[in-house]
């Protein structure tokens, strides 16, 4: 989905799919499209000082929110000591009905522009998921971060952390005294340079103490060990291409073309689209990758409509099928995903229902639920971004409002867990084994709808601050 700029030359505005914000708990990412221009530090004039940010923050809220009729009447300002916080008192009602999730919130132009052009974070490099209460495991593990070259991958348990060898508390310890913010803590300020000590259990039961530091580093969207590749089924299925996106940034689109001309090359009619852990991205690439889906589809096949409010129709799109060199029509397609699968994965999903049908399936366990979404809107003096939910998305079918997940949307879907005890991408896994079975049309048994999907996705979720960076947001679980 390509910007689209107000007439406002203060303002740039970028069409994107809403995530979550600060404060949604497990909830993940966003689908976003960053501004133009470049931001300038906040100075101390006036246009900075915390009144004019929220007057500015409810004058956009009032001229693009999608839900205009749940903004408070008589809010003031004057009893919120953030400009964070008052917005979240703004997008309140609309919270409790579900519709906006803290998908509406406030962030910086600078730290988003170096993620979605680059993959840019600071961090240990890893994933961490938790069952809440006592455990603390690592999802997966990036390359050219600090956490695989120390050998912490998938599978590797967090058992203590401190800032040396002398202070290192019980992970258990710090969720019964202070929940998952005080595990968050104990993780330190998500800053180059800081260093934490962590006592580890490997996933071949060897304990040991490692001493971590995060640093820059630039995150791979498609892994270069098991992100894409071609499985043979060990039940006699023949061979199914797998690919897996961890976010959809700029970065993405060398790295699916490829794995998708593979795929074309050695004749692939099925495919398992791991989207497990993706939390959103950019919309351009979400169109890409059903592009590459879609070889099948005619440039009059839509893929998707976007749907402002009656005064903002005039920035409606209908985004079709453009299929690609790489693109392949396959036959069957396995969307394994997660509750933190949101928002540009949904929009793929969603996206290639009217066309699948029942040879679409989703395995896992149901899907976030993100079936609206944002513009950004900049106060570059302030490097404040504003991103504002202002429209809603559909399918072909005219299906959105998937605010529960698309686990009732879809025709097929097989239950499987998230096995931390085998590599991402390899066929022993259970979400891969049961996407395997679906794309040879082996029986599995459904997710069965919202409730038994939550359910399902225990003990473990990934690891969420309340007030997530950028990464965080779009990739769940980052630290």
């Not at 953030?82 to 919130?105: I, P, V």
């Not at 079975?437 to 690891?463: Q, T, Y």
Request: aromatic residues 8%.
């Amino acid at each position: 989905m390509g910007r689209v700029r107000s007439g406002v030359s203060a303002m740039v505005l970028a069409a994107l799919l809403a995530g979550c914000g600060g404060g949604g708990g497990s909830s993940p990412g966003n689908v976003v499209q960053p501004g133009t221009g470049t931001a300038t530090p906040a100075p101390t004039s006036s246009a900075c000082t915390l009144r004019a940010r929220q007057d500015w923050i409810l004058a956009t809220m009032r001229e693009w929110y999608l839900f205009p009729e749940t903004l408070p009447s008589g809010l003031n300002p004057s009893s919120y000591g953030t400009a964070s916080d008052y917005l979240d008192a703004l997008t309140a009602t609309a919270r409790a009905q579900g519709r906006d999730r803290y998908f509406t919130y406030l962030t910086s132009i600078a730290q988003e522009t170096a993620y979605y052009t680059s993959g840019s974070s600071a961090g240990f490099g890893f994933r961490l998921t938790s069952d809440g209460s006592s455990t603390l495991t690592v999802a997966e593990s990036f390359e050219g971060g600090n956490a695989l070259q120390a050998g912490i991958d998938r599978g590797t348990q967090i058992l203590a952390i401190g800032t040396s060898s002398s202070d290192l508390r019980d992970v258990s310890t710090l969720f019964s005294t202070q929940g998952s913010a005080g595990v968050q803590a104990a993780l330190g300020p998500d800053t180059s340079g800081t260093t934490r000590v962590l006592r580890v259990r490997d996933p071949n039961g060897t304990v040991r103490t490692v001493t971590l530091a995060k640093s820059d580093f630039t995150l791979t969207p498609v892994s270069s060990r098991y992100g894409a590749q071609i499985l043979t089924d060990p039940n006699g299925g023949g061979r199914v291409g797998y690919v897996n996106l961890r976010t959809f940034i700029d970065t993405a689109d060398p790295a699916l073309r490829s794995a998708f001309a593979n795929f074309k090359a050695q004749g692939i009619d099925k495919v398992i689209v791991d989207l497990r852990y993706n939390g959103g991205g950019l919309v351009s690439i979400a169109v890409l990758f059903g592009n590459l889906l879609g070889g099948a589809r005619a440039s009059t096949d839509v893929f998707a409509y976007t749907s402002f409010r009656p005064e903002k129709s005039a920035n409606d799109k209908v985004d079709r099928f453009a299929p690609q060199p790489e693109s392949i029509a396959p036959t069957r397609i396995a969307f394994i995903g997660t509750r933190s699968t949101a928002s540009a994965s949904e929009l793929v999903i969603n996206g290639m229902i009217p066309y699948l049908r029942a040879n679409l399936g989703l395995i896992g366990t149901n899907t976030y639920g993100k079936p609206v979404g944002q513009v950004a809107i900049d106060k570059a003096e302030c490097d404040d971004r504003l991103r504002v939910i202002a429209f809603a998305t559909q399918n072909a079918n005219r299906q959105g409002s998937y605010f529960n997940g698309l686990a009732s949307n879809v025709e097929a879907s097989c239950a499987a867990g998230d096995d931390l005890s085998q590599p991402l991408g390899d066929v022993r896994e259970a979400s891969v084994r049961a996407a395997l079975d679906f794309v040879a049309g082996r029986s599995c048994n459904a997710i069965g709808g919202f409730a038994l999907a939550r359910a399902a996705s225990a003990p473990n979720e990934l690891l969420t601050p309340e007030r997530p960076n950028t990464a965080q947001r779009e990739v769940p679980g980052l630290f």
